[in-house]
Every structure is written in structure tokens, then in C-alpha cells.
């Protein structure tokens, strides 16, 4: 199977900003930037390189309200913002006061991505890999996806004006399917799991360079993207980083860009430096993460998902290893919750900070829950947790655990009756 989606790219100049290479994160070899995901050496995961010459605080400040205010620190051109695209990101940090209250935090602060254009934190990931296939001069826009990736890679094409397909497992929820189908026609339903869809999809990659898939190909740039929600925590906190993160585990590549991000900004001097502990989140019925932290291993076993978790439910997850690595080293870890925790983490977080997080995001607040509650999570430390997508998007896994409290006669007696003023 090739890497590439073509072997000499004719590219602009500065078409990657102040990325300068892609460097294997195994062997450390460097190759010139294009479209490769696999080190020529060892065939391990390539990622960004930079210089990165001096980089401010005002110069970020005096940017746009979206990820483009990070653009010097992205592989994307300056002038990206004059191409069309969703423009995501800048998106709030709350201050969660009565969620931590509830679960007995000192200071507790919720990043709500799911006000993203497509209610997800994929808009990010997909607006730098769209800059980078337009600079391949790629055809075809597309994705294997547990759901929310197809959603942002149908709407960006769309706005962008590039043919898009998109590929999920069948047994996908309904909203997400009607999500992708309304900007794109081109949705492919596999008879597979995710893992399968992603082998597929690796396939099709490997037969036509004109495809940039952008999870697959178009890897290196897409996780980058992911950088924004680090750079933005520490920039809403008033240029700080907090002392622990909670984020969900898929693939893993959100979790291991959040440390790469906050590690640049110390290296760049635009925070100053501290211990962060970084903690993961997974669900019972895809927790091949969890597992092996737990286990104090460091191969990944894979396993078939089967949780109402399925924007996480990855069973090979490529960052895994990494995702390790860093909860570790940092003094996290990677917990897992089973689905009534998810479903009730839902119901917690809409009741306490009114905020409609889909099963992702019940994961995770489940996740630092447990955590609190194990004592693996410092309560008096300055916490963020995450929230990734957005609940419309998985109704069905609440609908059946919230519902009207009585239906009543349009009578005043009835009201009365029913017991509740
Ligand atoms: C894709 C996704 C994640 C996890 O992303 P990875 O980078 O693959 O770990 C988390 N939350 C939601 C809602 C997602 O769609
Ligand atoms: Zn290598």
C-alpha cells in the first residue's frame, strides 16, 4: 500500500505556515511535509514539525474569535482565513460552580465545545486538514468516523465546495446519520465496526491519491487542530494552565495534541511552567485504554466496542500507546465508567451547569466523577473537564430516563392535583 497521495505535491510557498517537517514519533526521522502518515524509516506515525520564531501574546489576541487566532502555531497558511471554511472554535470556558459544588471540587471549569458549527470539537480537527488537502490539491474530501468527524467533514466540504464522502458503522444514531446526509450525498453506511470502516477507508486511500481522508492520510495536519482546545483553556484561564484535565479517549489523538499544546506554550514563554496531570476518559464497553493503564501495560490490547459511547467507541485506538505515555508521566490516568454512569452524567451536568452533552461527554463528566471519588483526582486542585459534543446528537440514550413529570388536563384543578407547585 502507497503513503502517499502523490509523490511530489506541487506546494505553495508557506503553505504550511511555520511547520518546517513531519517527524516520526517513534525514530525521531524527519521527511519533507506533504501528504504521508508513516515514517519511511519504521513505519511509525509521522507529526508535525516547527520553528516557530517568536510568538505573542498580543499578536494571538489581536486574532479572530476561532482556531485561526492560533494560526502561527498550526500548519496552515497566513492567509487561511480568506479561504472559506467554519471558522470553529473560540468556544467557552465555564466556570462550573454548582457541578463542582456536587461533586466537591475547589474550582472546576467546563470547555464546552459542543457550540462548535457541527455541535462537536471535529470542526477543529477538520479545518486543518482541509487547508492541508487543499494545498494537496485533493479531489475528494473524506473520513471513516464514528459519527461526529462525518458531520464536520460533510459541512466543511460543503462550505469549502469539495466533493465529500463520508464512511460510518451502520448501527450509527439516527441524528448523526441526518447530520452528515443533509451536507453531503455521499454518506456511506458500513456493515462494520469503526475499525472496520478505518481498514476500508485506509484501502481506498492507498488506491487513489486524490482521496484525502483526513483522519487517515491527512493524519499529521487533522491532529493538530486539536492543539486550539489546549491553547484555549490556558488563554481564557488569563494565560495559565490548569493543575489537572479530563478529556475522552478515542482514538487518543485529542488528549495527546491537549499536552502537546500546553508544552508549547511553555516552551513559546506564553505561560509559565507547571506540573499538569492529564487524565482520560473511556467507556466500559471500549476501554482498551483504561484497561492497560489499569493493567500497568504498555501494549494496547484491541477490543469490539459496544457501548452507548459510539463517538468513543474505537477498539484499536492508533494514540493509545501515547495517550499512556502521558497519563503516566503526568501523574493522570485513564478511567473507564459503565453506560448508566454515562446516561446519569448526562442528566448531572444538564441539571447542574445546563449544558446538553451527548454519551462523549457523559463519559467524561462520569469519568471525573469516579476519579474524584477514587481519590486519583486531587478535589482542591484547579480542574478542567472537556465537553466534546453536543446531547441532541444522542437523544435516544436519554430519552428513556427523562421525560415529562405528569400530562395533565389544561385545567388549574388538574395542576393542583398533580402535586407539583
Ligand atoms: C472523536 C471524538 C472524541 C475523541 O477523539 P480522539 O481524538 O479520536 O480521541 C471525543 N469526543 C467526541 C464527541 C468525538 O466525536
Ligand atoms: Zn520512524
Known amino acids: 500500500m502507497s503513503t502517499t497521495l502523490s509523490d511530489t505535491p506541487t506546494l505553495r510557498a508557506g503553505a504550511f505556515g511555520n511547520a518546517t517537517c513531519l517527524k516520526c514519533r517513534e525514530c525521531g526521522a524527519t521527511r519533507e511535509l506533504g501528504p504521508h502518515y508513516a515514517c519511511y524509516e ?44 467554519l471558522e470553529p472554535g473560540f468556544t467557552r470556558l465555564l466556570d462550573a ?49 464514528t459519527g461526529n468527524l462525518a458531520n464536520a467533514v460533510a459541512a466543511a466540504g ?25 451536507f453531503t450525498e455521499n454518506l456511506v453506511a458500513v456493515d462494520g465496526t ?60 485529542q ?8 508544552r508549547e506554550l511553555v516552551e513559546l514563554g506564553l505561560v509559565e511552567d507547571k506540573p499538569v496531570r492529564i487524565f482520560g476518559a473511556q467507556a466500559q464497553g471500549c476501554n482498551p485504554v483504561a484497561t492497560a493503564f489499569k493493567d500497568g501495560v504498555d501494549a494496547i490490547r484491541p477490543v469490539k466496542p459496544d457501548t452507548i459511547a459510539k463517538s468513543l467507541a474505537i477498539g484499536n485506538p492508533a ?45 467524561t463528566v462520569a469519568v471525573l466523577k469516579k476519579l474524584t471519588e477514587t481519590g486519583q483526582l486531587d478535589p482542591e486542585l484547579e480542574t478542567v473537564v472537556i465537553n466534546t459534543g453536543h446531547g441532541l446528537k444522542t437523544l435516544d440514550a436519554v430519552s428513556g430516563a427523562v421525560g415529562p413529570r405528569a400530562t395533565i388536563a389544561p385545567t388549574y384543578d388538574a395542576f393542583t392535583a398533580a402535586g407539583i407547585a
Not at 42 to 71: D, S
Not at 162 to 174: A, Q
Request: net charge negative; charged share 25%.
Open 255 to 262: 488528549l495527546t495534541k491537549v499536552h502537546k499544546a500546553f
Open 42 to 85: 519504521c513505519f511509525g506515525p509521522l507529526e508535525i514539525g516547527y520553528e516557530f520564531g517568536e510568538v505573542t501574546r498580543e499578536q494571538i489576541e489581536a486574532g479572530p474569535a476561532n482556531i485561526w487566532r492560533y494560526k502561527a502555531l498550526l500548519p496552515v497558511p497566513d492567509d487561511i482565513e480568506s479561504s472559506p471554511n
Open 97 to 145: 460552580r454548582n457541578l463542582a459544588a456536587e461533586l466537591g471540587l475547589t474550582r472546576l471549569w467546563v470547555k464546552d465545545d459542543s457550540t462548535n458549527p457541527t455541535n462537536s470539537f471535529k470542526d477543529r480537527v477538520v479545518a486543518c486538514a482541509l487547508s492541508a488537502a487543499r494545498e494537496f490539491g485533493s479531489k475528494v474530501f473524506a473520513c471513516p468516523s
Open 319 to 363: 494514540d493509545g500507546i501515547y495517550v499512556l505515555d502521558i497519563a503516566r508521566s503526568t501523574g493522570g490516568a485513564v478511567e473507564e465508567v459503565d453506560d448508566d454512569q454515562i446516561r446519569d452524567a448526562i442528566v448531572l451536568l444538564a441539571r447542574t451547569e445546563g449544558i446538553f452533552t451527548e454519551t462523549a461527554g457523559g463519559t
Open 158 to 182: 460543503a462550505r469549502a465546495g469539495i466533493r465529500t464522502v463520508v464512511f460510518i458503522p451502520s448501527n450509527l444514531e439516527t441524528p448523526k446519520q441526518v447530520n452528515s446526509a443533509i
Open 194 to 253: 469503526y475499525d472496520d470502516v478505518n481498514k476500508l477507508a485506509s484501502e481506498i486511500a492507498g488506491e487513489d491519491p486524490g482521496w484525502a481522508f483526513v483522519n487517515v492520510n491527512v493524519r499529521p495536519f487533522y491532529a493538530e487542530g486539536s492543539k486550539t482546545l489546549g491553547y484555549e483553556i490556558a488563554e481564557q484561564l488569563g494565560w495559565r494552565l490548569p493543575d489537572q484535565v479530563v478529556i475522552p479517549v478515542a482514538s487518543g489523538s
